[in-house]
């Protein structure tokens, strides 16, 4: 079951914060958080496992509510290379083992 | 240090003719391997993973097939391409061990015409 993510798209100009949520119908055991600048490769930011973890570095960080199957990733005071294409890609519990859903993503902007 | 190498980088081939992506990864052994489409404009899609050398499992039926004939080599094929599948292919690895993060190959842009 493919994670939902919201929102699709967003433009921020630099210095503002953003919030970028992902969703699950199916209980989740784990969730990863991927960025992708165009034409690239997807690039690892954080795994969250345990429900009521939370995880940063650098200015960005995410929250994993097991009970309502949800993460959350947080962009502070966003810079120009926070630019690009945000994945989540969870696992599910019964599912096999490493095998990542990802979402469909959201595409930030980050202008001056 | 591990890597992961994918080639070709880029690649535009008629409609019916057949393909063969190729993915190696150095500096580690027995290694989860996973092939992921990505269609422009829209999310990763897992098509193929593989636990071990022969081992292959299917997330989407469709044109494409994979390999693993060896334990750091996994390779996409298809006999006879389609428009659709065009796209951004990325191949993957992550240690055998679980919740570990996705490493990625740099990708092939397939263009089918």
């Known amino acids: 079951q493919q994670p939902v993510q919201s929102p699709q798209a967003v433009i921020l100009r630099e210095g503002e914060d953003a919030v970028i949520n992902c969703s699950s119908s199916?209980?989740?055991?784990?969730v990863h958080w991927y960025r992708q600048k165009h034409g690239e490769a997807p690039v690892f930011l954080m795994i969250l496992l345990k429900g009521g973890e939370q995880k940063g570095h650098d200015k960005i960080s995410a929250s994993f509510n097991e009970k309502k199957q949800q993460s959350s990733l947080y962009l502070t005071a966003s810079q120009l290379s926070y630019s690009g294409t945000y994945f989540c890609g969870t696992e599910n519990y019964g599912g096999s083992q490493g095998n990542l859903i990802f979402g469909k993503g959201t595409k930030l902007s980050v202008k001056p | 240090s591990q890597t992961i190498h994918q080639w070709p980088a880029t690649l535009v081939q008629p409609v019916g003719s057949p393909l063969s992506l190729e993915c190696t990864v150095e500096g580690t052994s027995n290694p989860n391997l996973y092939w992921y489409r990505q269609a422009a404009g829209r999310g990763l899609q897992l098509l193929f993973y593989s636990v071990g050398i022969g081992q292959i499992s299917s997330e989407v039926p469709q044109n494409l097939s994979a390999s693993r004939p060896q334990d750091r080599q996994f390779i996409l094929s298809s006999k006879k391409l389609l428009l659709s599948d065009s796209g951004f292919y990325l191949c993957?690895?992550?240690?055998?061990?679980?919740?570990?993060?996705?490493?990625f190959g740099s990708g092939t842009q397939l263009s089918v015409l």
């Open positions: 993957a690895w992550t240690p055998w061990i679980a919740n570990e993060k996705l490493f």
């Open positions: 199916k209980a989740l055991y784990s």
